[in-house]
Every structure is written in structure tokens, then in C-alpha cells.
């Protein structure tokens, strides 16, 4: 039988991390569908990028990030990262004692019912991509499913550069992108936070006959719909408060969230998660 839940974990915060913006993408969206649950954003800036490092170091850059966030009192863990979730979404579910949610699932439950054809394209960081995580999924959803995997490897420097709608983005997409048009896919899974950044100019470049779907709505309507299974919502109230905490210098990190969040960056502060020193 599930345990009743104490009302005052219903009031505690929803915590979302990613190894640095991309994740803002995902919380702008959770923000704005659930108004009234209180978030804690930890964007892991001294560390990103995740996309190429080893398995075992995402891994234990989730754990610590899972950790941070577990005290400050979340009810709730989203990783707001594909590489992350693709790499340490059962690390960070044993570790954690709260529900977790990856943005995997949720990006690809999309996925499949957009498509037409069954004939999808994935973009991603080369960590995401040679997880083969989206391939992991594909049979739950849509067995008859052709899945074509692409890394991106330079997008998130451009995007980080701020290069959203720049010429150079444009030629490294269409580099990029030509293998998967080829093999006329309908759909295309921007299977990484940053990549919603690009998104007028990758629409651009696959032209308007392929469905570009991110993972930031679907994973805020599944946070939803687990709140609500777990009887973990918060009771509707005014729009709820939102932290931020960087692991490295604040100051461009605050100029960039207002860009994406659309709204101002109340509290953000330094800390460190490094647990090795
Ligand atoms: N946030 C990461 C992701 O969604 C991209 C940035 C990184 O490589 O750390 O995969």
C-alpha cells in the first residue's frame, strides 16, 4: 500500500539540474506549466560539457548534483540533460529516495507519436549518442521504429557562444543534418537541452517536411502527471519561487537564464559539488 504523503512535502521544491544552461530550457517549461511548485535549478558551469566525457565521470558528476540537490529538501528530481540521463538516470534513481525523471523518455514518447513514417532522426552529444539510449527506448514505443543517430559535438559551443542564428551554425548543421535528410526522415529529436536554442535555424535547414521535437514540454507534462501519481503536486497558490546555483562564476550565467527563462534570476549563487575536493 502507497504511504501517505506529509502535506508539507507537497510545498517542498521540484530540483533540476544540468551540467550547465541547456537545462533552462527544460525549467522554463516546467515553470510554466506548474506555476505554483518551487523549483532549484543547479547548472554544473565548471564542468560542462558533459557530452564528451567518460561514462564514469557523468555518473559521478549526477550523483553530486543528486546530492546538492537532496539538501535542499526536493521532493523530486528532474535531470535536465540528455547526456546525464542517458548515462546516470538508474545511478541517480537509487541514489536519490525521491522520484526522478530523465528527459530520455519523455523527449521520445514524443517522438514516436509524431512521427509519420516511423523514420526518425536524433541529434545529440556524443555521449547521449553512443549511450544508444534513444534506441534503448525506441521498442516500449514504436517497434517499428527506424531510429537514425547523429552527434552534434559543436553545437553546444556555438550555442554557448551565443551563435543561435550565425552562418558558421548554419554550415555545421547542414554537415550534421545531410546524412539523416538522406535517409528521408520526418522527424528529428533534438535530443539535447541546448539544442531548442537552434531551433528557427535547424526548422531552416531540414525545411518544413520534418517535425523537430525537444524533450522541455513532454518532460514538464510528465513531471505533471508524476507529481500527481505520487500525490506530490503542490497546492495551487501563487506562482512559486525559483533558485539558482552555479558552479562557476555567476555573473554571465545571470545574463544568459534571463535570456531563456524570460524572467528575472532572483536568487543565484556559487557553490561547489565537487565531492573529491
Ligand atoms: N546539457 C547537455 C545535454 O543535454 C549538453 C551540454 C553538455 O555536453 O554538457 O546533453
Not at 184 to 211: F, M, Q, S, W
Request: aromatic share 6%.
Amino acid at each position: 500500500m502507497k504511504q501517505a504523503v506529509d502535506g508539507t512535502v507537497r510545498t517542498a521544491p521540484i530540483g533540476v539540474f544540468d551540467s550547465g544552461l541547456g537545462g533552462l530550457t527544460v525549467l522554463r517549461a516546467i515553470r510554466e506549466r506548474l506555476p505554483g511548485e518551487a523549483t532549484v535549478y543547479l547548472g554544473d558551469t565548471a564542468r560542462v560539457p558533459y557530452g564528451p566525457k567518460a561514462a564514469e565521470t557523468i555518473r559521478r558528476y549526477a550523483i553530486e548534483a543528486t546530492d546538492f540537490l537532496l539538501d535542499k529538501g526536493v521532493k523530486a528530481v528532474v535531470i535536465a540533460c540528455n547526456t546525464a540521463t542517458a548515462r546516470a538516470l538508474p545511478d541517480v534513481e537509487a541514489r536519490a529516495g525521491v522520484p526522478v525523471l530523465g528527459v530520455v523518455e519523455p523527449g521520445w514518447s514524443a517522438a514516436a507519436s509524431a512521427s509519420g513514417t516511423g523514420r526518425i532522426g536524433v541529434i545529440g552529444t556524443r555521449g547521449t549518442i553512443s549511450s544508444r539510449a534513444y534506441n534503448r527506448v525506441i521498442h516500449s514505443h514504436r517497434p517499428d521504429a527506424q531510429v537514425f543517430e547523429q552527434a552534434c559535438p559543436l553545437f553546444v559551443p556555438l550555442v554557448e557562444e551565443g551563435w543561435t542564428d550565425d552562418e558558421v551554425t548554419r554550415l555545421a548543421a547542414e554537415r550534421y543534418l545531410g546524412p539523416l535528410l538522406k535517409q528521408g526522415i520526418d522527424t528529428l529529436v533534438l535530443a539535447c537541452t541546448h539544442y531548442p536554442l537552434l531551433k528557427p535555424l535547424l526548422a531552416r535547414v531540414v525545411g518544413e517536411n520534418v517535425r523537430l521535437i525537444d524533450s522541455a514540454e513532454s518532460t514538464a507534462a510528465a513531471l505533471e502527471r508524476l507529481l500527481v501519481s505520487e500525490d506530490l503536486a503542490s497546492p495551487s497558490g501563487p506562482p512559486a519561487a525559483a533558485r539558482y546555483y552555479v558552479t562557476d562564476e555567476a555573473a554571465r550565467f545571470d545574463l544568459l537564464a534571463r535570456r531563456l527563462l524570460g524572467e528575472e534570476v532572483e536568487h543565484l549563487e556559487m557553490v561547489s559539488v565537487d565531492s573529491t575536493g
